[in-house]
């Protein structure tokens, strides 16, 4: 079955590592997006991207990188700079940018020791 | 730019009896429309989605929304609902043309027996 697998489920960090959370598609999808979900505040966007090496901020890139040399890759790296990780984060993929709607992984929860 | 606004963080209902969860919305241009919905530690699934035509849509699991434009509003309802709908509930609005959805902060859905 085709669908986007994030892994892994649950991911601890001490302060100052940085941690890759992966996201992989085997939708043929060209648009794929990162979100990150706090309690009461829905779906933040943080990166998103088009098409294969190319990605654009969303509302809250600061403290984050990404890179997408694959279609079906979206890798999702948190720095030491972003100074409040622990979040459910969300990647999701589209036929493009303009179809919708997007389909979803089952998320990464990210918390700091 | 658009915003979404979801009047409800939480609705507890009794099993069998109608809801309804509220979602508005901004934008100075026309919009898409979704509503997702959540469970327990896994992501988004799109429930229903405006895009044109019908103002009124249906999703498989006895779930509908209206969309009003002149009230900017895109409510969900359910004439009766189970517990196995409890779950937190996402508005979304994408412009056409614009590259992102924007969600809002999700209502969560209790329903008792």
């Known amino acids: 079955d085709g669908g986007i697998t994030q892994s892994p489920k649950y991911l601890f960090r001490k302060e100052g590592q940085n941690v890759t959370l992966s996201c992989e598609q085997n939708l043929n999808h060209d648009a794929m997006y990162w979100y990150r979900q706090d309690p009461g505040q829905g779906l933040r966007l943080i990166y998103y991207s088009q098409i294969v090496n190319d990605f654009q901020k969303g509302d809250i890139a600061e403290g984050y990188s990404v890179s997408r040399e694959k279609k079906e890759s979206f890798p999702l790296t948190v720095t030491s700079a972003q100074k409040n990780p622990t979040a459910f984060y969300l990647c999701a993929s589209s036929p493009r940018v303009e179809d919708q709607p997007q389909h979803f992984g089952d998320g990464t929860r990210l918390s700091i020791l | 730019a658009q915003s979404v606004t979801q009047l409800d963080s939480q609705v507890p209902v009794f099993e069998e009896a109608p809801v309804e969860l509220r979602c508005n919305y901004s934008s100075s241009v026309s919009v898409y429309l979704f509503w997702y919905v959540q469970y327990p530690n896994q992501g988004l699934q799109l429930l229903l989605k405006?895009?044109?035509?019908?103002?009124l849509v249906e999703s498989i699991n006895g779930f509908e929304a209206e969309f009003n434009k002149s009230q900017t509003s895109f409510h969900l309802r359910k004439p009766s609902v189970h517990i196995s709908d409890t779950a937190e509930y996402f508005c979304?609005?994408?412009?056409?043309?614009?590259?992102?959805?924007?969600f809002g902060k999700g209502t969560m859905l209790l329903v008792s027996p």
């Open positions: 405006y895009l044109s035509g019908s103002t």
């Open positions: 979304a609005v994408m412009a056409p043309g614009y590259s992102t959805l924007t």
